[in-house]
């Protein structure tokens, strides 16, 4: 089971706290919001990335467990 | 653009126009004549028999891909809400694309073809409630859609009411997304997704989208069938479409042709060039920029436009002369579609008016000879960071212009603007003061 990262673009301000939690996925544009490297989360960083979208002040960041494409 | 009612001389093939057999008497047609020209419409057949999924299996077997600018197969996405309760169907009309009037042109003019295409979309889906959104503004075509409405209730024809609503002008506010949550009660702007509406729509129901082109043509595959539908265009992309042809052609209009007719062959249709042509924009400005050469040949059809760098978008075609300035064209554009965003996601709300301001001063002040990689630089982070397709429809336009006219491009940036930066705007931008500037 892997797991994959989504922001809302809506909800993000912004804040930064999760490129400052997880810089091995996450780094910032020039106007402070957050671009994913990858969405895939490798399994080791799983932990960490929980701890990004969990302290996300407006839970902006989702981790989710990867889906199954439907046709 | 105005609208024009000239189906125009046709290609040949298939006997056209289809959708647009009853235009050139410059009225609207009412339903008398709407029904001698296009034949009466029954619901369930004749014997009344007919299971109302049927037309689904039909509409399926036709190919009908969405013509409101995304392709989405039709059949796929009425069965995608049917069966699962109570179901809405949105008619979009509100005509997002400046350069685009060929929904305007229906509605004006053929209200009957389209109010069929809600009716049986209804049926189909197992509908209970049925909206027709236009923009707000245009008055006079609200007017004669609820006249065309109250006439088919005196003739009991549609057993789901239409309930015509105008929504917001803004370009985002047509999204199927911002329609939905508008006619929830909320603002005209787009949603993150999922739940998209087929899943949970206008008060969590399932919520068919539809363009109001596409239930047209729903109204005459109802009528004459899939075979017939396919007799038209391509295997691959059957059917025909309405382009609005735009620029330096003898005579802009709307149009109806067959899938996978060449760009090239719809300018002709249009007249021709009044002048040398040095690019054609298709798709509109969520579209792209292809050279002049590079466009003659390529067929009009969802797969030939992505393959030649393009987009198919709603059927847009604007010739562009060689005496204009693609780059001082698309500045323009971009400082309109920068604006017209809903400020919602950071990325789009910051990063287009960024690119919107590095394609002006490319355009109009020249560079010192890193404006156009300071665009490219731009482009990555602005792309597929928005929760609608606005950020990533401005950045297609740009790339395909970066491409179309880097010649142009190279020479603005180490040499300043050329010349045709004084020609007189193409492109449509709508102004300030005409169109709607609230959300609610």
Redesign the interface.
């Known amino acids: 089971m892997s797991h994959q990262l989504r922001?809302?673009?809506?909800?993000?301000?912004?804040h930064g706290v999760c490129a400052e939690l997880l810089p091995e996925v996450i780094e910032m544009?020039?106007?402070?919001?957050p671009?994913l490297r990858s969405a895939v989360i490798p399994p080791g960083l799983v932990p960490h990335a929980r701890r990004a979208a969990a302290a996300c002040p407006v839970l902006a960041l989702m981790l989710e467990r990867a889906q199954v494409r439907r046709p | 653009m105005t609208v024009t009612a000239s189906p125009g001389p046709q290609a040949a093939g298939a006997a056209l126009p289809r959708l647009l057999a009853g235009v050139g008497r410059e009225v609207v047609l009412g339903l008398a004549e709407h029904e001698r020209e296009y034949g009466t419409l029954w619901l369930r057949g004749p014997s009344g028999s007919r299971r109302p999924e049927r037309l689904i299996d039909i509409v399926e077997a036709a190919g009908l891909t969405g013509r409101g600018g995304a392709g989405f197969p039709t059949g796929r996405k009425m069965r995608s809400v049917a069966g699962r309760g109570e179901a809405v169907v949105v008619a979009n009309g509100a005509e997002g694309e400046p350069a685009s009037a060929k929904d305007r042109m229906l509605l004006s003019y053929l209200p009957h073809l389209v109010l069929d295409g809600i009716t049986l979309a209804a049926d189909a889906v197992g509908a209970t409630e049925a909206h027709l959104c236009v923009h707000r503004h245009e008055h006079d075509l609200i007017d004669g859609l609820a006249a065309a409405v109250a006439e088919r209730r005196r003739a009991g024809l549609d057993p789901v009411p239409i309930q015509i609503t105008g929504i917001p002008g803004r370009y985002v506010s047509s999204e199927q997304s911002s329609i939905v949550g508008y006619l929830n009660g909320g603002p005209a702007k787009p949603a993150f997704s999922p739940p998209r509406p087929h899943q949970s729509g206008v008060r969590g129901r399932p919520t068919l989208v539809n363009n109001v082109e596409t239930l047209a043509h729903v109204a005459l595959i109802a009528r004459h069938g899939d075979r017939w539908f396919r007799s038209a265009g391509l295997p691959s992309a059957p059917g025909t479409m309405l382009v609005t042809v735009d620029g330096a052609v003898r005579w802009p209009g709307v149009y109806e042709i067959e899938l996978g007719t060449g760009a090239g062959a719809v300018v002709a249709l249009a007249g021709g060039p009044t002048e040398d042509l040095q690019a054609l924009l298709i798709g509109g400005y969520f579209g792209a920029w292809l050279p002049a050469e590079v466009a003659w040949e390529a067929p009009l059809t969802q797969s030939g436009m992505r393959a030649a760098g393009g987009a198919l978008g709603a059927g847009i075609v604007v010739a562009l002369p060689g005496s204009s300035c693609g780059i001082a064209e698309t500045a323009r554009v971009m400082r309109y579609l920068a604006d017209q965003g809903a400020g919602q996601c950071g990325p789009c709300l910051m990063g287009l008016p960024a690119l919107a301001g590095a394609v002006a001063d490319l355009a109009f002040q020249g560079g010192r000879g890193s404006a156009v990689d300071a665009i490219a630089a731009l482009l990555p982070l602005i792309e597929r960071r928005g929760a609608c397709r606005h950020p990533d429809g401005a950045t297609q336009l740009v790339r395909s212009a970066m491409r179309a006219f880097i010649a142009d491009a190279r020479w603005h940036d180490h040499c300043g603007p050329c010349d045709g930066v004084r020609h007189a705007p193409l492109l449509p931008i709508p102004g300030d003061g005409e169109e709607d500037r609230d959300w609610a």
Not at chain 1, 29 to 33: A, C, E, R, V
């Open positions: 922001v809302n673009p809506i909800a993000c301000r912004g544009d020039p106007w402070g919001y671009i």
